[in-house]
């Protein structure tokens, strides 16, 4: 074997060798002699190594755990949160020069921002408005991580715990809220019931004829059930009495 198959083999290997592949959702950062060159996209790309080097970026969304930490709320509330972030690399060039490990920075000032943001809060606040909280997390850390070339899309609190005493007073609270909105509607109801009982009335004293009626009906319902006593009323008796001297006063003529 000559020298010149040997360059020629050592050649091939190290052109086998400069040969690097880039998925869809990749990009390539390369460097010329540790001078930023360029960013290369997805596809076969070659790197003259030793004098080139490439790092890949990932274009992917990432999911980050804002892991639970204890937070005091504006009124004094001692609380748990936990959270979740979704964020992308959105310029391959600044996260990997501008920082040196995007993902641990991206997970420490998500900490930080959830842990100052809800704090301004109180807790009622904190409970009714999770999604204007939720939008406030995001664009602070979309602020940071900005100059890093991250785009943060969502951020979620996903879960609060609050302490036990806590949680029992907010309990009695519910069910004292509960009782007052059941008390207010039988008022309502019972309120509605005198309005009309109160117009029937108007009625009846405008027409007499219509008590004995209603009285009679009353009666006939009362028949329906099978009872064996029948209570009738006093107004009615007189009404009885009135009819028999009446008829006694015509027989005498």
């Given at each position: 074997m000559n020298t010149l198959t040997v360059i020629v083999i050592?050649?091939?290997i190290y052109l086998l060798s400069?040969?690097?592949?880039?998925?869809?959702?990749?990009?390539?950062?390369?460097?010329?002699?540790g001078r930023f060159t360029g960013v290369r996209d997805a596809g076969l790309r070659l790197i003259f190594w030793p004098f080139q080097s490439?790092?890949?970026?990932?274009?992917?969304?990432?999911?980050?755990?804002?892991?639970?930490?204890?937070?005091?709320?504006?009124?004094?509330?001692?609380?748990?949160?936990?959270a979740v972030?979704?964020?992308?690399?959105?310029?391959?060039?600044?996260?990997?020069?501008?920082?040196?490990?995007?993902?641990?920075?991206v997970n420490q000032i998500s900490q930080t921002t959830v842990r100052n943001v809800v704090g301004r809060f109180s807790l009622d606040q904190i409970?009714?408005?999770?999604?204007?909280?939720?939008?406030?997390?995001?664009?602070?850390?979309?602020?940071?991580?900005?100059?890093?070339?991250?785009?943060?899309?969502?951020?979620?609190?996903?879960?609060?715990?609050?302490?036990?005493?806590m949680q029992r007073a907010m309990a009695k609270e519910a069910e004292a809220e509960r009782e007052r909105r059941a008390k207010i509607v039988a008022a309502e109801g019972e309120?509605?019931?005198?309005?009309?009982?109160?117009?029937?009335?108007?009625?009846?004293?405008?027409?007499?004829?219509?008590?004995?009626?209603?009285?009679?009906?009353?009666m006939a319902e009362i028949s329906t059930e099978k009872n064996s006593t029948i209570i009738f009323p006093a107004q009615f008796m007189t009404t009885v009495h009135e009819a028999i001297k009446m008829l006694k006063s015509d027989n005498s003529k």
């Amino acid at each position: 074997m000559n020298t010149l198959t040997v360059i020629v083999i050592i050649g091939l290997i190290y052109l086998l060798s400069t040969i690097r592949v880039l998925r869809q959702y990749e990009r390539g950062v390369i460097f010329l002699l540790g001078r930023f060159t360029g960013v290369r996209d997805a596809g076969l790309r070659l790197i003259f190594w030793p004098f080139q080097s490439m790092t890949r970026v990932s274009l992917r969304v990432i999911t980050m755990q804002i892991p639970s930490q204890k937070i005091i709320t504006k009124d004094n509330v001692s609380i748990d949160i936990a959270a979740v972030a979704y964020y992308r690399i959105a310029d391959p060039e600044k996260s990997v020069i501008q920082i040196e490990s995007v993902g641990s920075a991206v997970n420490q000032i998500s900490q930080t921002t959830v842990r100052n943001v809800v704090g301004r809060f109180s807790l009622d606040q904190i409970l009714s408005d999770t999604v204007g909280i939720n939008e406030q997390l995001k664009k602070v850390i979309d602020g940071h991580t900005e100059p890093w070339g991250v785009e943060v899309t969502v951020v979620e609190i996903k879960d609060i715990q609050l302490p036990d005493n806590m949680q029992r007073a907010m309990a009695k609270e519910a069910e004292a809220e509960r009782e007052r909105r059941a008390k207010i509607v039988a008022a309502e109801g019972e309120f509605q019931a005198s309005q009309k009982l109160a117009e029937a009335a108007d009625i009846i004293a405008a027409h007499p004829v219509s008590l004995q009626l209603r009285t009679l009906q009353t009666m006939a319902e009362i028949s329906t059930e099978k009872n064996s006593t029948i209570i009738f009323p006093a107004q009615f008796m007189t009404t009885v009495h009135e009819a028999i001297k009446m008829l006694k006063s015509d027989n005498s003529k």
